[in-house]
């Protein structure tokens, strides 16, 4: 089983990126994993951005209204869109899965809002 994030890059301040984090194995049922956006900028800890279980997403309070989470349980892939974005934003994001004890963790891309 594998996660893998995508749609990193460098965006302007107030500027939107999408990223992408497709799930693979045959075993991997994607639509009963909870499913979540973590980011990390350099020098601090690692922070939960938000989750998707079910039809219910949630959200860090500070990307609350800018971020939107939205999974595709066919194509195994959950998404994030990233809207007004500031240099706050910037770190690497990272792609978890968890189904009981089973825990996935993606290898994470870059983000970075700058002029």
């Known amino acids: 089983v594998q996660v893998v994030e995508s749609g990193g890059g460098l965006v302007q301040p107030g500027g939107s990126l999408r990223l992408s984090c497709a799930a693979s194995?045959?075993?991997?049922?994607?639509?009963?994993?909870?499913m979540s956006w973590y980011r990390q900028a350099e020098g601090k800890e690692r922070e939960w951005v938000g989750s998707?279980?079910?039809?219910?997403?949630t959200y860090a309070d500070s990307v609350e209204g800018r971020f939107t989470i939205s999974r595709d349980n066919t194509q195994k892939t959950m998404y994030l869109q990233m809207l007004n974005m500031s240099a706050e934003d910037t770190g690497v994001y990272y792609c978890k899965a968890v189904l009981s004890s089973r825990v996935f963790w993606g290898q994470g891309t870059q983000v970075t809002v700058s002029s």
């Open positions: 194995g045959s075993t991997f049922i994607f639509s009963m994993y909870v």
């Open positions: 998707s279980v079910g039809d219910t997403t």
